[in-house]
């Protein structure tokens, strides 16, 4: 059986600090001793894969997974191809759950032929106790499985696994902690998201999140602003601050701060040309915080506005504590203040007792607000949330034709929307190249849309002026516009 005694033993007669960071730095060295070992004797570097589900969150932390495993030695690999695969799983809909055991069905075999293989399953779903349960019973060549309080733990836990073997679990029910100054891999070197909050106290009707996520914890504005400061320096001009619901952001710190006052620190920052953030809850968006956006330089002009649903009656019922009527007013102050923002929502159709003329109000909202993308979701009944125990269940053939038709209008406008920037000349980021069109680029403009240009791999992370020739729908064909 494994303990710290005889990892000290095998690594450096030392026992493992106490505190955090630097007990996880004492087994990254750890794992990278039985790492070396290993490649030693296959005679080739030993490889890692990271898969990422779910959002924004769950690739920053995926980004986190990454940093740790190459300090440890692995090198990037395809998930066909890889030594240690890692899922980062989401749990917000059925469907990503379906999705993991899909892919751990192919895993399975996979492991049969290559049995010096890891399996690690990581994020939200592993927080749902029925499906630690089927795991344990029915996935039992799964190596390590831990949840979303304990992420900051990996390389302890794959310290273990590498050590002990057998199937190693640990999750917990929940956290006050924060763990600062892990090593992070990014995906981008020019952009970067940055953690400012975790978890999530609104407790929509509909949603696991706060069951998985747990409270709502701020990070210190220090830390963050240390964080991005770093990242500035290492060349990122672009941060996208992440939480759950940012506009509470601070309000359970020691020395509460609002986040649009993290906005003006975050501003400050030399190297920094574009903030985006996500997600905001219309219920507590502030006036100051529409202030800020529109008094800024480098705050996007994108605003991701999730609507759920355009009913007051079933908006009280996914209790999301504002009303039809309070959501276009916002809406409608938002323009107002900022006219050339672009304005995205999420959407669910059949939640619990919604009839026609409920669906009926959702599409007048999105006619009104005319938003420039719009992402839909089907209802999914999620175990535990209280409208799951809701009776008046809507049948699947009516959301999915309620579906279709929300569909439909929301990429009818959005495309309108997206016209009207045709023809003008905007700033946009180079992100990638293209993979559909030899010879073009991809980047991003502060709207957030995209343009394909002609273009060199050597522009990447670049700001470059583009004329938007062509309008594809929701996205543009350009040409890169010199002006001098
Ligand atoms: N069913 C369908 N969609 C959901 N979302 C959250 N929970 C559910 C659910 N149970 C959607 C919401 C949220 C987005 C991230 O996922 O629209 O804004
Ligand atoms: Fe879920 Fe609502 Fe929290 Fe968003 S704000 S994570 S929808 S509970």
């Excluded at 990638?432 to 502060?446: A, K």
Aim: aromatic share 10%.
């Amino acid at each position: 059986m494994y303990n710290e005694t005889d990892l000290d033993k095998m690594y450096r007669n030392t026992a493992p600090p106490d505190r955090e960071p630097e007990r996880q730095y004492y087994f990254i060295e750890a794992c990278r001793k039985k790492v070396r070992e290993e490649s030693e004797r296959l005679g080739r570097p030993l490889t890692f894969c990271v898969t990422t589900f779910g959002c924004q969150m769950n690739a920053r932390d995926s980004e986190k997974l990454t940093g740790i495993l190459e300090q440890a030695g692995y090198q990037p690999a395809e998930e066909a191809e890889a030594d240690f695969v890692i899922y980062n799983t989401c749990t917000v809909r059925e469907n990503a759950n379906l999705k993991v055991y899909g892919h751990l069905g192919l895993l399975k075999h996979r492991k049969k032929e290559r049995p010096g293989m890891r399996i690690a399953l990581c994020g939200c779903m592993m927080q749902e106790p029925e499906v630690i349960e089927r795991l344990k019973k029915s996935y039992r060549f799964v190596d390590l499985i831990f949840g979303t309080h304990n992420i900051f733990k990996f390389a302890e836990l794959l310290a273990r696994s590498l050590y002990e073997g057998g199937q190693v679990i640990d999750i917990w029910q929940g956290t006050d902690k924060i763990v600062e100054d892990l090593p992070v891999e990014r995906k981008y070197s020019f952009k970067s998201g940055v953690n400012i909050m975790f978890g999530c106290n609104n407790f929509c009707s509909y949603c696991i999140v706060p069951y998985v996520r747990g409270r709502e914890r701020s990070r210190r504005p220090e830390d963050i602003l240390k964080e991005i400061e770093a990242l500035a320096a290492d060349g990122v001009t672009e941060v996208m601050l992440l939480g759950q619901n940012v506009n509470s952001y601070g309000k359970t710190l020691e020395q509460p701060m609002t986040f649009a006052e993290l906005l003006r620190q975050v501003e400050k920052i030399e190297g920094i040309r574009r903030i985006r953030f996500m997600t905001s809850h219309p219920k507590d968006l502030s006036d100051e915080l529409i202030e800020v956006m529109r008094d800024s330089k480098k705050i996007c002009r994108h605003l991701h506005l999730p609507l759920q649903s355009g009913s007051s009656r079933i908006l009280k019922a996914m209790n999301r504590r504002y009303t039809k009527e309070q959501y276009l007013e916002l809406a409608e102050k938002i323009r107002r203040e900022i006219p050339d923002i672009s304005l995205t929502t999420d959407i669910i159709v059949g939640f619990p007792g919604e009839t026609e003329e409920d669906f009926q109000e959702t599409l007048d909202v999105v006619r009104r607000v005319r938003y420039d993308n719009a992402y839909t979701f089907l209802y999914s009944k999620r175990t535990g949330t209280p409208a799951a125990a809701m009776e008046n269940q809507v049948p699947p053939e009516v959301t999915k034709d309620r579906f279709d038709r929300l569909l439909a209008l929301v990429q009818e406008l959005a495309k309108e929307q997206t016209a009207r920037f045709a023809g003008t000349v905007q700033e946009v980021l180079v992100e990638e190249v293209n993979d559909h069109r030899p010879g073009f680029l991809t980047g991003r403009m502060s709207n957030n849309l995209l343009v394909h240009f002609p273009g060199e791999a050597a522009q990447i992370g670049q700001y470059v002026n583009v004329r938007l020739e062509e309008c594809k729908g929701f996205y543009y064909i350009g040409r890169v516009c010199y002006t001098d």
